[in-house]
């Protein structure tokens, strides 16, 4: 057995591996397995008779880990055999080449253990790696002997015991955050097969619309980001928390922020990459919530202004279809052409509030459809009358959801009803629908 020594603080080493987020500790195990060219990756957790997740094991069919890789990985801090690879030997992008993310089993488990075959040559061989929480820079490398079914390459990774229960890791929410981390990958490379808890992620089955926008230039305060791109992909149902996930590489997902962009009705991720975030993740601060780095703080401050603008014009043109429905059923409160521009513009503003009935509001679609032009009818008179009463309205007669009312809230804000309506008498010029929602 060979003892190897990481030459590092264990405090050093508590901080570089902790985050808090499950989904995301759990990841790089994956991205691991992806790393080493493998083509099926298997999440699995073990259950006890309660159903409750005592351990958790990432099984894939990768090249495996070579003693000398082991040697290079383990007994170095910050190193990894990745560092001097462009592309893996299956001619993928790379995730992580800093040898720190086998170190985030220390958020999830007291242990974690890698039994892995690889070959040598033409002969197959097998070790076992053996790290404890309480000792992150202590590792037992030794050598296994070949079971009768130990025919192929490939590293199982077990986690146990788990510091603390992790049944969140078997809900929905957590199953739609890790779909999200690698849809892109797996849209990039179809043929790679990841399963999570025994389903198998397939976001081609589940993407609604996708959209890239172009690479721009981006001027920060003491830098220059080049090659920005953004990839927005809206989901069929939800996709766990909306989040903005950050890459040095189409693809590879190093990093995740709250997008905190007001797009109703829309379940949504979007996906940002630039040279400049693997320059951030390598430096372990992507891993800090609340990153005051005034550079890093412009090019997301960018990000969302791009999404906003994006789901703007998602939301026109989603408002339309559903003003149309509503004409060709004979409930919409107004008829032919605008008579004149203050109609008009009341018309604008009216389908905002129609398309967050129409959208949130259970009650408001099984009624029947003389329900419906009555109580459109009464909201167009509140917007004629009182329009900032709308907003009591949305909230007492048509009960949206809390997140829908802040949602929605969020854009009256903006629509500021009272001064377009009030503009309006005083024949200013037209409004753009899209600057408006």
Same mark, same amino acid.
Request: glycine share 8%; charged share 25%.
């Given at each position: 057995?060979?003892?190897?020594?990481?030459?590092?603080?264990?405090?050093?080493?508590?901080?570089?591996?902790?985050?808090?987020?499950?989904?995301?500790?759990?990841?790089?195990?994956?991205?691991?397995?992806?790393?080493?060219?493998?083509?099926?990756?298997?999440?699995?957790?073990?259950?006890?008779?309660?159903?409750?997740?005592?351990?958790?094991?990432?099984?894939?069919?990768?090249?495996? +880990?070579?003693?000398?890789? &082991?040697? #290079? *990985?383990?007994?170095?801090?910050?190193?990894?055999?990745?560092?001097?690879?462009? $592309? =893996?030997?299956?001619?993928?992008?790379?995730?992580?080449?800093?040898?720190?993310?086998?170190?985030?089993?220390?958020?999830?488990?007291?242990?974690?253990?890698?039994?892995?075959?690889?070959?040598?040559?033409?002969?197959?061989?097998?070790?076992?790696?053996?790290?404890?929480?309480?000792?992150?820079?202590?590792?037992?490398?030794?050598?296994?002997?070949?079971?009768?079914?130990?025919?192929?390459?490939?590293?199982?990774?077990?986690?146990?015991?788990?510091?603390?229960?992790?049944?969140?890791?078997?809900?929905?929410?957590?199953?739609?955050?890790?779909?999200?981390?690698?849809?892109?990958?797996?849209?990039?490379?179809?043929?790679?097969? +990841?399963?999570?808890?025994? &389903?198998? #992620? *397939?976001?081609?089955?589940?993407?609604?619309?996708?959209?890239?926008?172009?690479? $721009? =230039?981006?001027?920060?305060?003491?830098?220059?980001?080049?090659?920005?791109?953004?990839?927005?992909?809206?989901?069929?149902?939800?996709?766990?928390?909306?989040?903005?996930?950050?890459?040095?590489?189409?693809?590879?997902?190093?990093?995740?922020?709250?997008?905190?962009?007001?797009?109703?009705?829309?379940?949504?991720?979007?996906?940002?990459?630039?040279?400049?975030?693997?320059?951030?993740?390598?430096?372990?601060?992507?891993?800090?919530?609340?990153?005051?780095?005034?550079?890093?703080?412009?090019?997301?401050?960018?990000?969302?202004?791009?999404?906003?603008?994006?789901?703007?014009?998602?939301?026109?043109?989603?408002?339309?279809?559903? +003003?149309?429905?509503?004409?060709?059923?004979?409930?919409?409160?107004?008829?032919?052409?605008?008579?004149?521009?203050?109609?008009? $513009?009341?018309?604008?503003?009216?389908?905002?509030?129609?398309?967050?009935?129409?959208?949130?509001?259970?009650?408001?679609?099984?009624?029947?459809?003389?329900?419906?032009?009555?109580?459109?009818?009464?909201?167009?008179?509140?917007?004629?009358?009182?329009?900032?009463?709308?907003?009591?309205?949305?909230?007492?007669?048509?009960?949206?959801?809390?997140?829908?009312?802040?949602?929605?809230?969020?854009?009256?804000?903006?629509?500021?009803?009272?001064?377009?309506?009030?503009?309006?008498?005083?024949?200013?010029?037209?409004?753009?629908?899209?600057?408006?929602?």
């Amino acid at each position: 057995m060979t003892i190897l020594q990481l030459k590092a603080q264990q405090d050093a080493l508590q901080k570089a591996a902790m985050t808090r987020d499950p989904v995301r500790a759990l990841a790089e195990f994956v991205w691991n397995a992806l790393d080493a060219d493998a083509s099926e990756v298997y999440v699995e957790f073990d259950r006890n008779s309660l159903g409750g997740i005592e351990g958790i094991a990432v099984r894939d069919n990768g090249s495996g +880990i070579t003693s000398e890789r &082991a040697n #290079i *990985d383990f007994d170095n801090w910050g190193g990894s055999w990745k560092r001097t690879r462009v $592309r =893996t030997d299956g001619n993928r992008a790379f995730h992580g080449k800093e040898g720190q993310g086998r170190l985030r089993f220390f958020s999830l488990a007291e242990r974690a253990l890698w039994t892995s075959i690889y070959a040598d040559g033409d002969t197959l061989k097998k070790l076992t790696i053996k790290i404890a929480a309480g000792a992150l820079g202590h590792a037992e490398v030794e050598p296994a002997d070949l079971l009768p079914q130990d025919n192929q390459t490939g590293t199982v990774v077990q986690l146990r015991p788990l510091k603390s229960p992790l049944n969140i890791l078997g809900g929905e929410e957590a199953r739609n955050d890790f779909s999200a981390i690698f849809a892109p990958y797996i849209l990039q490379y179809p043929t790679i097969a +990841i399963f999570y808890d025994g &389903a198998r #992620i *397939d976001p081609s089955s589940t993407i609604l619309q996708a959209q890239e926008f172009p690479a $721009r =230039t981006i001027i920060c305060p003491n830098r220059t980001v080049r090659d920005l791109s953004i990839k927005v992909i809206e989901w069929k149902q939800s996709a766990g928390a909306r989040k903005i996930h950050f890459g040095g590489e189409t693809g590879v997902v190093l990093g995740a922020l709250p997008a905190n962009v007001t797009a109703p009705g829309y379940e949504f991720s979007a996906y940002a990459y630039a040279p400049f975030f693997q320059e951030i993740a390598d430096a372990n601060l992507l891993e800090f919530d609340g990153l005051t780095d005034p550079d890093f703080g412009h090019v997301v401050e960018h990000i969302r202004e791009e999404l906003s603008d994006y789901f703007r014009g998602r939301q026109a043109e989603k408002s339309g279809e559903l +003003i149309q429905q509503l004409k060709d059923d004979g409930v919409y409160p107004y008829e032919g052409d605008p008579k004149d521009e203050v109609e008009k $513009r009341e018309r604008q503003v009216l389908d905002i509030a129609i398309h967050a009935v129409t959208s949130y509001s259970r009650d408001f679609k099984k009624a029947e459809n003389g329900l419906k032009k009555m109580t459109l009818g009464l909201l167009r008179e509140a917007l004629r009358h009182n329009p900032e009463a709308i907003h009591n309205i949305l909230h007492h007669v048509f009960n949206l959801p809390k997140n829908r009312q802040d949602e929605f809230s969020n854009l009256l804000q903006k629509t500021n009803l009272g001064n377009i309506i009030s503009a309006s008498t005083l024949g200013s010029g037209p409004i753009d629908v899209r600057r408006t929602i």
